[in-house]
Every structure is written in C-alpha cells, then in structure tokens.
C-alpha cells in the first residue's frame, strides 16, 4: 500500500475445525503496527513510513497473529532539488540531487531525464546527481519537471 493511505482490516476467531467463534473467547487483544497507526475501534490502519512491516495481534488467551505489508511511496507533494553550490565561475560543475516527497515526508532520490531539464545557459549530463556545466557570466536558471511537478533555481556564475 502506499503512504497516506488507509486499509481496513476485518478478523474474525476460529477454533481448530474452522469453526466461527465469539472474538470474546480469544480474550483481550493488543494490536501493534509498525510503519503506521492502526486504529482498533475501527480496524483501519493508516500507513505513514515507506518499508516493509508487520501489523501483529496477540491476546490474552494466547493467540497470535501476523500480516506482514508493505508501505510504498505516497502521492508526490514537492520536488527538491538540492545543488553543491549556487554561487560558481563560469567552468564550475554544480550537481544536482534530486528526490520526491510524498504527504508523510517520504523522500525518494529520481534520476530525471535530459528532457525533464530546462537551463539558461551551459549543459546538463543527467544522473544521479545531474550535472550543470556553467559556461558564462551572470544569473542562471535551471528548471526541472517530474510527474508533473517543476521547480527552478536560480545560480550567480562569474
């Protein structure tokens, strides 16, 4: 599932020969959630926290139970783009790191293509990071897209 997203889970008590039982037989139960929240009184989880968990049930009367899942990246909020320098002479070489972040805070390093870079001057060698090649004097911009979100910077080569 993804972050920022909500499951509902459902159980129910069977004895050995698959036989429905009252939940009341198990005894009491305690829910942990690793990755999210997990919200009994209505059995929902909530995934915040990108990586692979377990949702585990345990009660009182000695009943155990695991659900192992998996929480992804959520839906892009912003683009960040972070450069080794903004202030460069005009043969510098600035790189260029850039990552997703969902709604939970989850950040996710994106490779993005040569299309995917606008710049007013130099050349760009894509990668992880990208490279910008400055190549003359004064106020540049350099404008990246993904999943259809852009983001420009603004960098002094002298």
């Known amino acids: 599932m993804k972050a920022g997203e909500t499951c509902q889970l459902s159980w129910t008590l069977h004895d050995q020969f698959d036989?429905?039982?009252d939940l009341a037989v198990g005894g009491g139960i305690?829910?942990?959630?690793?990755?999210?929240?997990?919200?009994?009184?209505?059995?929902?989880?909530?995934?915040i926290t990108v990586?692979?968990?377990n949702i585990t049930m345990l009660s009182t009367g000695g009943i155990y139970h695991e659900i192992p899942i998996v929480v992804d990246h959520g839906e892009m909020v912003s683009l960040e783009i972070i450069a080794s320098e903004t202030y460069v002479t005009a043969d510098?070489?600035?790189?260029?790191n850039t990552t997703r972040?969902?709604?939970?805070?989850n950040r996710?390093?994106?490779?993005?293509?040569l299309a995917n870079w606008t710049i007013s001057d130099g050349m760009i060698d894509?990668?992880?990071?990208?490279?910008?090649?400055?190549?003359?004097?004064?106020?540049?911009?350099?404008?990246a897209s993904y999943a259809g979100m852009e983001l420009s910077l603004i960098h002094i080569s002298e």
């Open 19 to 21: 036989n429905m039982l």
């Open 30 to 47: 305690t829910w942990n959630a690793g990755g999210g929240v997990f919200t009994e009184a209505n059995g929902t989880y909530y995934a």
């Open 51 to 53: 990586g692979e968990y």
């Open 92 to 96: 510098d070489i600035v790189w260029l």
């Open 101 to 105: 972040i969902d709604g939970m805070g």
């Open 108 to 113: 996710l390093s994106v490779e993005l293509p």
């Open 126 to 143: 894509e990668g992880q990071p990208a490279q910008w090649h400055a190549q003359r004097r004064g106020s540049k911009t350099i404008t």
